[in-house]
């Protein structure tokens, strides 16, 4: 039997080498560039993220009041910080949200006028926001004060803290829950980064980020 | 038992003969590797990927059948414009709208057998099928939201070649199309498949 096991040495030097040779290639192959260079601009960072609460019922939701500012969150002082300059897109982001809020079939009533949605637009100016338990309330300008706000699914929101964001809410004021004391948010939508240091680019992300707002929500439409 | 045993030994003994062509039992090969998604993978990254190398040994027990094993890649990656992503979990709906950037890179580590259909000559061609592992790395990301998963795979993958031989050196060009079955059933895929088309050198030694 001496050949059989020359030639078991033989292949077992052959698996060796082998299993050498794969092993240096292993290093070699996972330290190559894997994928092409990607080139990005600033409109391929824009998100628009919307959520909103599947269990209501949305034909009921007719008609909606709006303030007629965006408000700024707090920072983790409590704080809300003073205007850097995106206060000058306030009509533009309000308009657009109207007019797409008409175009969806909503009719637009006063505050006291027993809305069934009252519509929060927040800009983020300041990026040391802590949660959206900082919310910077708007709960005294619907006739809540010191009501808070909670969203009625207990999942995870995905939310950036990009300054610049602009952050669109939809109170249900139908179902304010007095006992303790908070407003449901069944819709909320946050165009990240979208105002941004970019003069002449923001009118124009303005708009595409609120249009994609409700053109990613169908269910809105009357 | 012991006529099993002694079958096997002088099966084995008898695959041991030299080849007719060539110089040695073992073949080495590098190849460029150009890859085209399929099925749900061509959903993922469409375009194909022109990011491949692939390394080949193998080891002839006859003038026509061969044992042994590669290792290689492929990168696809592909940028999406800007779309919305609608999904749900529980009671809550999302929708998602950015440029995406999905990647998926896989790296076949496989044993493969060989079949020559022709032992000599100039053009030598063969068929052959690989079994082994895809290491994959799977990755999207939309603005800064994302994943990346890292998973080790089965999979098979038939192949079909030929070898062009370069006068008497021992070389050879190599042309070979592979179907690469990964039966990678992870992150909304049900495989990820492709076929990649291999082109180098082999080395008779």
């Known amino acids: 039997m001496p050949f059989v096991l020359l030639l078991s040495l033989n292949l077992l030097f052959e698996i060796m080498r082998l299993f050498i040779l794969f092993a240096g290639l292993f290093l070699v192959l996972t330290s190559c560039n894997k994928y092409p260079n990607d080139t990005s601009s600033l409109q391929d960072q824009d998100l628009v993220i919307t959520h909103y609460d599947a269990t209501v019922s949305w034909p009921a939701y007719k008609t909606y009041a709006i303030g007629d500012t965006v408000l700024f969150l707090k920072n983790k002082a409590g704080r809300v910080e003073a205007d850097t300059g995106y206060s000058q897109y306030n009509n533009r982001i309000l308009d657009n949200i109207n007019n797409n809020m008409v175009a969806q079939g ?15 637009v927040t800009l983020i100016n300041d990026a040391n926001i802590e949660s959206y338990t900082s919310w910077y309330g708007s709960s005294w300008y619907w006739g809540y004060p010191s009501y808070g706000y909670y969203y009625p699914w207990p999942t995870t929101t995905y939310y950036k803290y990009e300054v610049g964001s602009i952050q669109v809410n939809f109170l249900d004021i139908t179902r304010v829950d007095t006992s303790s004391k908070r407003i449901p948010l069944i819709w909320g939508s946050q165009a990240v980064g ?7 680019y923001n009118a124009t992300r303005v708009d595409r980020a609120i249009n994609i707002m409700f053109e990613q929500s169908p269910y809105l439409k009357k | 038992m012991k006529n099993i045993f002694i079958s096997a030994v002088i099966l084995v003994a008898s695959l041991q003969t030299l080849k007719s062509q060539g110089y040695g039992p073992g073949e080495l090969s590098i190849n460029y590797n150009l890859a085209i998604p399929t099925s749900d993978l061509a959903d993922f990254t469409s375009p194909a990927s022109f990011r491949g190398l692939n390394f080949q040994y193998d080891y002839f027990v006859t003038d026509r059948i061969s044992v042994g094993g590669y290792i290689g890649w492929s990168g696809f990656y592909e940028k999406k414009e800007a779309q919305s992503y609608s999904f749900g979990e529980g009671d809550v709906g999302y929708a998602i709208n950015g440029t995406r950037y999905n990647y998926f890179f ?26 082994g592992t895809y290491y994959t790395e799977h990755e999207t990301y939309i603005g800064g939201y994302g994943f990346k998963d890292k998973n080790w795979t089965f999979g098979i993958a038939p192949e079909l070649g030929t ?30 498949t492709y076929i990649g088309l291999n082109f180098g050198f082999n080395y008779d030694f």
């Open chain 1, 106 to 120: 909503f009719v637009r009533v006063g505050k006291n006028q027993n809305p069934h949605i009252a519509v929060d």
């Open chain 1, 194 to 200: 979208t105002v941004s240091s970019d003069a002449t």
């Open chain 2, 106 to 131: 896989s790296l076949p580590i496989m044993l493969k057998g060989q079949y020559r259909f022709i032992d000599a000559g100039q053009i030598l061609p063969y068929g052959a099928l690989g079994i």
């Open chain 2, 163 to 192: 070898l062009l031989n370069l006068g008497q050196s021992g070389w050879a060009f190599k042309v070979a199309a592979v179907y690469n079955m990964n039966f990678y059933n992870k992150n909304n895929f049900n495989s990820a």
